[in-house]
């Protein structure tokens, strides 16, 4: 039976300032778990999203296996400071005719990997394409993180610095990985949980906030602090 | 046994002996009992030794009896080795006749079928020669050959029969091959099922099948063009006009199926089970060939390309304009834009075609599956061959159109399900009385559009179409519904005459817009109380989709995986997320409402206790009882407070306006009782009032809101205390006792109200 994830959905508090309502949500009590986030992987084709994802949730490398069709999901739970954290990993398919399935899961995520091969400069030369998007259905605030992905392969295309430039132009965390040689993947994710995490918990502390006059109703929201310091 | 240690000591007096003689006398009783116990036991025991002695003769007999009966059996045993070895050499040598049987049989039928096959040849007996050859190519024909080699030194007839047969067997093949090329370009389809049914018989399994595939594509190609052609003659005023590209696809889907299905017992009879997955190969690639050519023509006729450009420019601008403009849910108008209601009729159609490709593939899944279970025996095999069939399908041309096809889709229903809620949202209609309606016509159209939009991606039978309408739903709810509900909730409730400063500014912009009605503020107002409960019914409704839609969803998606059910799992809890926006829009709502019908109107209620002295005289004290004259006036405004808004708001809304009320009076309280001062009839009148308004809204709502009144009875008790040490029997740290909302420095603050408290009393009392 599939459980019900929250207990309590969100409890509004309520805080207002002359006109400015600010409404803050704070994501409470669940099962076994105290957060709740949902991690999107973007990117062209054959770049390794779904390796990355398979490494990390089951410490597998299969080679050799067939393209996502749509969207695939998978679920780990992490512990971060004694607390533990479950990551909801979408993993996208990189054709362009699932654009339409995979653009649908932008605006609820929490943070968005988006992966190019280093060894395959096409995949590189399409992220602007790809930020372009994400600019369009994603919420501004969720967590953007460049990952340089196969960084095992002899025939590197795209040097690191390159990579490395290109996420500080746009405001990106940046890493890179081989989810062959298991480098830097638990390090990917782990990163992003406890980012995420650090936010949901500057969003706990009430506070007024002149500036932003919406309503947010979305659980956890997180990550209007600025977030362009660098993962590592 | 005598236990009885004698102490010199003990002896030294009368009474010691005595003593010691008591103890030795009951020793002696108790060593009697045990003896006479162990007398009586005599008998039974030599009963038993006496059956024992008669038993030992008998223990003889049963020894002897037992080495018979193994020296029995060993004989027995080492017969039976010896009858089964003979047995065995038996049986061998049955088998070796047997085999030579077979190998003379052999030999005589080598010679039977080189003759037949000659005659079968010149009657054009392709059936008969093809058994012969058949019969001759089961021979192992080295061995026959050294048999009779042994059998008679020479073996030039067998030799000659081998080549003769050989021949025949090569004539027979191109005979065959090309009788059967013929009857395909005839189109005689008896003939092609006869000489099918030969290539097995000449160990040409392959190619016959390779043969009759290249023949049923043909036929598959000749039905499918023909129902094309069809299509495209069809009158747009026929009935399935508007389904009719959904309809060719699913004639061509049934044509394969039925193909399959008369076939399938051909092929499994002449060349055995497990072969149907290279049929089904063959059948794939023309069905990818045909379903093109009819998807192509269904994108011309319907304009699909068109329809996504202009949806494509749509989603650019309301993009733009989302980013640049605020949230304010009034859009600005759009150039001409397609009709939602245009495309209702294409989606249909879409979502038809995507639901028969899955029936479709699932259809030769099945069969597949089952043709390979009974053909192949081993495990390893059996999974190898169902991978193929899972990578030929993932890979055909038709899974790749589908899954273009569903993102066209998904596109389409994107644009229909946001502009019609923006339709809906525009036409926004207000029943001019709340009794009667107390939401406007907005979210029954809205719910009844995104209901509709996510039902019809059910019926595409496509978890991740469904997933990605209900992300697109939940956006659109949460996103543009919301902030539609969010600007009217913003301009506040229009309290009126009330507040003088807002009636005037409300009055001052309808006069510079030259519209002064009457009616403005009023439906100003309604419209707030409407959308209010428009926030609350969304919530209501969002829980019943997410209900009827889960299980809508099992029936239609059968064969969910545990990650699949997880998947959409997830997808729906995003309503949760709506559900949680909307209780926050209408707690917005509320304090709005609190902000400017309850707050400022409350406040005069209240101070009125300020004129009322609550230092009385028995004589006042009585007048005052009899009376009431605040709590009672109070309660009759808080009375007509209520019945204002309770037929205009739904029942949760009213409870929470209730409960807002039941805290701001409960607050105010607090403050004017702070500024009063009581004797001790002023503090039982004063508890008597409490008493009086806590019940009367207790009984307001279904809520349980007593405990916002806590601190107030609590207050109450405190001024109508008798004495001041009195507070001692109240204040107490045991369990059971009144938890207190007050704290001591509150409860001594209160008690100096009471003006015949001394205050050294008051500092006396320990908390």
């Known amino acids: ?232 | 046994m005598i236990s009885i240690k004698l102490n010199p000591q003990e002896l030294g007096d009368s009474g010691g002996i005595q003593k010691v003689c008591e103890k030795i006398v009951a020793e002696e009783e108790n060593v009697t009992k045990q003896l006479e116990n162990l007398l009586s036991r005599q008998c039974h025991l030599e009963a038993k030794l006496r059956s024992v002695t008669k038993a030992l003769p008998n223990l003889q007999i049963v020894k002897s009896d037992a080495q018979h009966l193994s020296e029995m059996i060993a004989h027995t045993s080492n017969l039976a080795e010896n009858v089964s070895a003979k047995v065995r050499k038996l049986d061998d040598a049955r088998s070796r006749v047997s085999e030579c049987q077979q190998r003379v049989h052999d030999l005589l039928d080598l010679q039977l079928c080189s003759e037949g096959v000659k005659l079968a040849l010149q009657e054009e007996d392709y059936e008969k020669g093809a058994a012969h050859v058949h019969r001759f190519l089961s021979m192992d024909q080295t061995l026959l050959r050294q048999t009779a080699d042994d059998v008679q030194q020479d073996c030039t007839a067998v030799t000659n029969s081998f080549s003769l047969l050989h021949k025949a067997a090569e004539l027979l093949q191109t005979e065959v091959t090309a009788r059967f090329d013929e009857a395909v370009r005839a189109d005689d389809l008896a003939s092609v099922e006869r000489f099918f049914k030969i290539f097995p018989l000449l160990g040409l399994q392959d190619q016959g099948l390779n043969k009759f595939s290249v023949f049923l594509c043909s036929k598959l190609q000749e039905t499918a063009q023909k129902n094309l052609r069809a299509a495209l003659e069809t009158r747009s005023a026929d009935k399935r006009a508007s389904v009719l590209y959904a309809d060719t696809l699913t004639l061509l889907f049934e044509g394969i199926a039925r193909i399959i299905e008369i076939h399938q017992p051909l092929i499994e009879s002449y060349y055995g089970p497990g072969r149907l997955l290279t049929v089904a190969n063959a059948l794939q690639e023309e069905c990818d060939r045909q379903s093109k050519l009819i998807l192509n023509e269904f994108r011309k006729h319907r304009q699909l390309d068109s329809a996504l450009a202009q949806v494509a420019d749509w989603l650019r601008s309301a993009n733009s304009s989302s980013s640049s403009a605020n949230t304010s849910g009034a859009t600005t108008s759009q150039q001409s834009r397609t009709d939602p209601k245009n495309l209702d009729l294409l989606l249909g159609e879409l979502t038809i075609m995507h639901a028969r490709a899955e029936m479709y593939v699932r259809f030769i899944r099945r069969r597949v599956q089952n043709d390979v279970e009974v053909g192949v025996s081993a495990e390893v095999t059996r999974g190898l061959l169902m991978d193929k069939l899972e990578t030929m399908l993932r890979a055909s041309g038709l899974c790749h159109s589908m899954q273009a096809l569903l993102g066209n889709y998904l596109q389409l229903e994107h644009y229909f399900m946001a502009e019609s809620v923006r339709k809906a949202v525009a036409l926004d209609q207000l029943e001019e009385n709340l009794q009667i309606q107390q939401t406007s016509s907005m979210v029954d159209d809205v719910f009844f559009i995104v209901r509709k939009c996510i039902r019809r991606a059910i019926s595409s039978s496509s978890l991740d179409g469904v997933c990605a309408v209900l992300n697109n739903a939940c956006s659109l709810l949460e996103a543009d519904y919301c902030s539609v509900l969010r600007a009217q909730l913003r301009h506040g409730y229009m309290s009126g005459y009330l507040d003088l400063t807002q009636a005037y500014n409300a009055l001052q912009s309808s006069i510079q817009q030259g519209r002064l009605q009457a009616s403005d503020s009023e439906k100003a107002r309604l419209t707030f109380l409407a959308y209010l409960n428009n926030a609350d019914v969304s919530t209501e409704y969002i829980a019943t989709l997410r209900l009827s839609l889960g299980d809508e969803m099992a029936a239609a998606l059968p064969g969910m995986t545990e990650r699949d059910r997880a998947k959409l799992e997830s997808c729906l809890s995003g309503l949760g997320g709506v559900t949680a926006s909307l209780r926050a829009l209408v707690e917005y709502g509320m304090s709005q409402l609190s902000a400017s019908a309850i707050k400022p109107r409350v406040s005069p209620w209240v101070d009125a206790f300020l004129n009322v002295s609550h230092v009385l005289t028995e004589e006042e004290f009585s007048s005052y009882e009899a009376n009431e004259p605040f709590v009672r006036n109070l309660v009759a405004n808080l009375e007509s407070l209520l019945s204002s808004f309770k037929s205009s708001l739904t029942p949760t809304n009213y409870d929470t306006l209730v409960s807002i009320l039941a805290t701001e009076v409960t607050h105010q309280m607090e403050k004017v009782i702070a500024k009063s001062s009581f004797n001790r009839l002023g503090g039982l009148v004063l508890d008597k009032e409490v008493r009086v308004l806590v019940g009367y809204l207790t009984n307001a709502t279904s809520w349980s809101i007593r405990d916002k009144f806590a601190r107030l009875t609590q207050i109450a008790t405190v001024l109508n205390l008798e004495r001041a040490s009195e507070i001692s029997d109240y204040w107490s740290n045991e369990p059971g006792a009144i938890a207190w909302r007050l704290t001591p420095a509150e409860v001594r603050h209160f008690m100096t109200l009471r003006t015949d408290f001394r205050s050294e009393d008051i500092k006396r009392i320990k908390l």
């Open chain 1, 1 to 232: 039976m599939p459980k019900r994830h929250f207990k309590i959905q969100g409890e509004p508090l309520l805080y207002s300032c002359y006109d400015d309502v600010v409404f803050i949500y704070i994501q409470f009590i669940m099962e076994d778990y105290k957060f709740l986030f949902k991690v999107v992987l973007v990117g062209n084709a054959g770049v390794g999203k779904t390796c990355l994802v398979r490494r990390f949730t089951q410490g597998l490398f299969p080679p050799g296996q067939g393209a996502t069709i749509g969207v695939d999901f998978m679920i780990k739970t992490v512990e971060i400071d004694g607390e533990k954290v479950k990551l909801q990993i979408w993993d996208t398919a990189g054709q362009e005719r699932f654009r339409s399935i995979t653009q649908s899961y932008y605006r609820s995520a929490h943070a968005l990997i988006l992966v190019y091969d280093i060894s395959c400069q096409p995949t590189f030369d399409c992220l602007p394409d790809w930020l372009r998007e994400i600019e369009e259905y994603a919420s501004n605030k969720v967590l953007r993180i460049l990952v340089g992905n196969k960084m095992d392969r002899e025939d590197r295309e795209i040097p690191m610095h390159v990579g490395e430039d290109f996420a500080q132009r746009h405001d990106m965390y940046f890493l890179e990985t081989s989810a062959k040689e298991a480098e830097n993947v638990e390090k990917l994710f782990m990163e992003i949980a406890a980012e995420l995490m650090e936010q949901a918990r500057s969003k706990e502390l009430p506070r007024y906030d002149t500036n932003s006059p919406t309503i947010n109703g979305r659980t956890t929201s997180i990550g209007d602090s600025n977030c362009c310091s660098k993962l590592s």
